[in-house]
């Protein structure tokens, strides 16, 4: 019953290599010619401080670059063909620039230059110029990019230009930035952190005119105290601004057309003392760019989202977002405001305040096909959903250098939180649902920590963390009888939740020559009430747990060059369920062991390889503690069987990486297999009209493997970059369909991208993409459920005159089984004008007027047909003032 993946293994490899292996064919190029040698002065004094540049005499194309070792030796291969001469180029900042040419024989593979370097009159520019796009200085563990040489006329905004830095990724539906794989802590304003974890809003608005230089820093801790202690895996951006830039600046819009508006302010101030920051939007031309975007606000809250209670809808088709982006209409109305204020060297307050109000509207069709037990149900569905979110978030810091070894934080966020769902859903075309529900949410927290360096190489840390969270939702049913509920006719719901977290943890921090030592005593205390008024029924559930644990980690550091990072928790739970309805108590008592393991090894200056082993022991979601049955919407009833026995999962992941950015070259590659057992499955009841959901945990093991490989180079003699990104993910987890027994169920995802951007001089540069997904599901002894789209993106850019320019941006959407058609594309375009201190715009979407676009899904059991509706054609005409 469990899934073999022996007998799947070829059948992995076969399909990973086809993915996979064009990553590969453009990161394997067969080695030549080698060169080495030593670096000195005039004075025989060993020097490091320059950098090795190997270019084709001929074409003066760099073929490779590298830095000497603190001997001052260097090692350089050749990896080209058919080149018969070779000049190498020695650059430092503080020497005069040495060129050696070498003629390449037949036969000879190393060849061994030496260089005497003279020191220069005067110091010239620290930047070390590659070629007219690429300007990039490297100290250490700071990679400084130049903004001018990586700015394009139409990049208007940090997160545009950011996308053609090499190493830098970013993630337009999610604002998400990755540095050579990791995502980025935050974006700092010339050092000083305004935005923590909510950076997304500042490099959407801050405009590239303003930037000089954005620097990538490895290794940074926002506690500096830290620094030289224990080694930091973070990884922020810096925007460094210009030195004339206005203290106080910004940009106001304004865009109007046919039923359709825009509106946009931005001001940032850059004084030394106060730095602020803030973004005012409204629009109903179904964009949001802002913090409370659903996929955005999952990542920057994070830690709100694990502490806040039980949302009981949310599997609810009232409160699910549509996925396809030209299917929302909106009418949003944002604003934040964030300020950094320096009382003094030793006290800083930062604060933020964000405002967000949306009408978002959606439209579908849809009919679905489950094939249960050799037998096909069909049922159909015309729904049409409004919501209407409110958030008011508000959030404050304060910095206290008590000394120049102790340090004070304190931290508080409030979150306001109210939102009504509307649903009117035709069932079967019989039956018409008006449902409501109604959510209003109150979060708060604050954190305590408290630092103290007892030595150069010791320190204390205290943290101290609180949160309360209260969420009542409502369930009405307008316009229809009750349902049926376990026998129990249902027309209105109410529940309320309530959650209280504190945690306590101590630290001791160590460095003992290449060791870095870490050792924490943490407690963590979580309480949790949910209730259920169900007429004529009140269910009533507490849940309780204590948890302490010891944490060791230690992390062992070599030059560089070769990482070992281990950490163990041993730790002791007591966790209770307590039923008021059934006046039962469940409780568990017991030890558990957490560990990971870590290895990175450098290979040479460019390339790295890791292994990580790890071991989790965790408390399953509350959400699956309640038993009775509860209506989430007209479809669907749930409940659960309660478990308080902890899912327990290992992971194996390796990864190898090579990042070339004076070359604008990288390459990488993952593969991770998993195993979780103790987790919740669902047993459905499916029928035409309802779907009964009953969770319950389960001690077989889900298992997971994902292969993921990447790369990215420019191609000099067409002046394009590449990009080629594939993944493939094989998963085995379990089922239980209308009364049937255990089914095992085998998913693969599989998905191939390629990117070609265009960076010409000329009036014409392009962006073009083609994705292709294939999916796979297979229940135990049913068919195969098959799935598959295309997308493909053409977005061309014209420079009309130095300060003017178009965009014409074509998106062809294939489901499965669909004809390349003008029903399956879509056309936007754009146009700007760019004055001294204001630009002129065009904005227009959907020019071709589409009213609606079907999507196809499939799992294990069922096929369903989405046609949604679509935002109407529009076309903005508007200005934008800078100041």
């Known amino acids: 019953m469990g899934y073999n993946f022996k007998s799947k293994f070829t059948k992995v490899l076969f399909n990973s290599s086809i993915l996979i292996g064009l990553c590969f064919l453009f990161s394997s190029p067969l080695s030549a010619q080698s060169f080495r040698g030593i670096i000195k ?9 320059c950098y090795i540049l190997l270019l084709n005499a001929e074409t003066k194309e760099i073929i490779e670059y590298t830095i000497p070792d603190s001997k001052g030796t260097y090692y350089i291969e050749n990896k080209k063909k058919d080149i018969k001469k070779i000049t190498i180029k020695c650059q430092g900042l503080p020497y005069v620039t040495q060129f050696k040419n070498i003629d390449i024989h037949k036969g000879l593979h190393l060849y061994t230059t030496n260089f005497n ?12 110029v590659i070629s007219k796009r690429i300007a990039i200085k490297v100290k250490n563990d700071t990679v400084v990019y130049d903004v001018s040489k990586f700015k394009r006329l139409e990049d208007r905004k940090v997160i545009n230009v950011l996308k053609n830095m090499p190493g830098i990724q970013v993630d337009d539906k999610t604002g998400l930035i990755r540095y050579k794989g990791k995502p980025i802590e935050t974006i700092l304003l010339d050092g000083d952190d305004l935005f923590g974890k909510g950076y997304s809003i500042g490099a959407r608005n801050i405009s590239t005119e303003m930037v000089d230089k954005i620097e990538a820093i490895e290794d940074y801790h926002d506690n500096k105290l830290k620094k030289g202690i224990k080694k930091s895996d973070k990884v922020v951006l810096n925007l460094k601004f210009k030195e004339n830039q206005f203290k106080l600046s910004g940009e106001a819009s304004l865009g109007l057309g046919k039923n359709h508006y ?17 973004v005012f939007n409204f629009n109903n031309i179904s964009i949001n760019e802002t913090s409370f975007k659903d996929e955005t606000y999952a990542i920057e809250n994070k830690e709100e989202l694990e502490n806040s209670s039980v949302d009981f809808f949310k599997e609810s088709s009232l409160t699910q977002k549509t996925n396809f982006p030209r299917s929302y209409i909106n009418n949003i109305k944002f604003g934040t405001l964030s300020n950094l204020f320096k009382l003094s060297d030793k006290i800083s307050f930062k604060n933020s305040i964000s405002a967000f109000n949306d009408t978002s509207k959606n439209s579908f069709i849809s009919k679905n096909s489950f094939d249960i037990n050799n037998s096909t149900i069909e049922t159909s569905n015309q729904t049409s959903n409004i919501s209407t979110p409110e958030f008011v978030s508000l959030s404050n810091e304060m910095n206290y250098d008590i000394s120049k070894t102790s340090l004070l934080k304190y931290q508080n966020k409030f979150v306001s939180y109210y939102n009504g769902f509307n649903q009117s859903n035709l069932q079967n075309n019989t039956d018409l649902f008006e449902t409501y529900i109604n959510q209003t949410k109150f979060y708060y927290q604050q954190k305590i920590n408290y630092s103290r360096k007892i030595s150069r190489k010791e320190l204390l840390e205290l943290n101290l963390f609180h949160s309360n969270d209260d969420r009542r939702q409502e369930l009405f049913l307008l316009n229809q009888g009750s349902i049926l509920v376990n026998g129990v006719p249902i027309n209105r719901e109410n529940t309320e939740s309530k959650r209280r977290l504190l945690k306590g943890k101590m630290s001791y921090l160590k460095k003992i020559k290449r060791w870095d030592l870490e050792l924490a005593a943490t407690h963590i205390f979580d309480d949790e009430d949910f209730n259920f008024l169900l007429n004529p029924d009140t269910y009533n559930y507490q849940s309780r747990s204590n948890t302490s644990h010891l944490m060791l980690e230690t992390n062992y550091n070599k030059r560089k060059k070769i990482q070992l990072k281990g950490k163990i928790i041993l730790g002791y739970s007591d966790r209770a369920l307590k039923n008021r309805f059934e006046n039962t108590i469940n409780n568990k008592k017991g030890f558990f062991i957490n560990s990971k393991l870590k290895t990175r090894f450098k290979l040479g200056k460019k390339n790295s390889f890791g292994i990580t082993f790890e071991n989790n022991n965790k408390l399953n979601n509350n959400y699956y503690l309640f038993s009775n049955p509860f209506l989430i919407d007209t479809r669907t009833i749930t409940s659960s069987r309660p478990s308080l026995d902890f899912e327990k999962s290992w992971n194996l992941s390796m990864n190898f990486s090579r990042y070339n950015l004076l070359k604008q070259s990288s390459f990488s590659f993952l593969s991770s297999y998993e195993e979780v057992s103790n987790f919740f499955i669902a047993e459905q009841t499916i029928n035409e009209d309802i779907n009964i959901i009953t969770y319950f945990q389960t001690p077989q093991a889900k298992r997971d493997l994902n292969i993921s490989a990447s790369t990215s180079f420019f191609i000099d003699s067409i002046n394009n970059k590449m990009s080629v990104n594939a993944s493939a993910i094989y998963s085995n987890y379990f089922n239980v369909l209308n009364n049937n027994v255990i089914r095992s169920v085998n998913s693969s995802i599989n998905n191939f991208n390629i990117e070609l951007n265009s960076a010409f001089e000329g009036f014409f540069n392009y962006k073009s993409s083609i994705g292709l997904t294939y999916i796979e599901n297979k229940q135990e002894n049913t068919r195969v459920f098959i799935n598959s789209n295309i997308n493909a993106r053409l977005e061309t850019i014209f420079k009309l005159a130095k300060k003017t320019y178009c965009k014409v941006e074509q998106e062809l959407l294939l489901p499965r089984g669909s004809r390349i058609n003008t029903n399956q594309l879509f056309i936007d375009f754009s146009f700007n ?12 979407k959907n020019l071709l007027n589409k009213s609606s676009f079907n999507q196809i899904y499939t799992s294990e059991f069922s096929t369903s047909i989405f046609s949604n509706d679509l935002f109407n054609r529009y076309i903005i005409f508007g200005l934008n003032y800078s100041f």
């Open 41 to 49: 002065n005039v004075k025989g004094e060993i020097v490091n401080d």
């Open 117 to 128: 370097l003279i020191l220069k009159d005067h110091q010239l520019d620290e930047v070390i």
């Open 262 to 278: 825009l509106g946009n302010i931005n001001t940032i101030n850059l004084s030394s003392r106060l730095k602020g920051f803030g």
């Open 833 to 844: 004008h760019i004055g001294k201190n204001i630009e002129y715009f065009i904005l227009a």
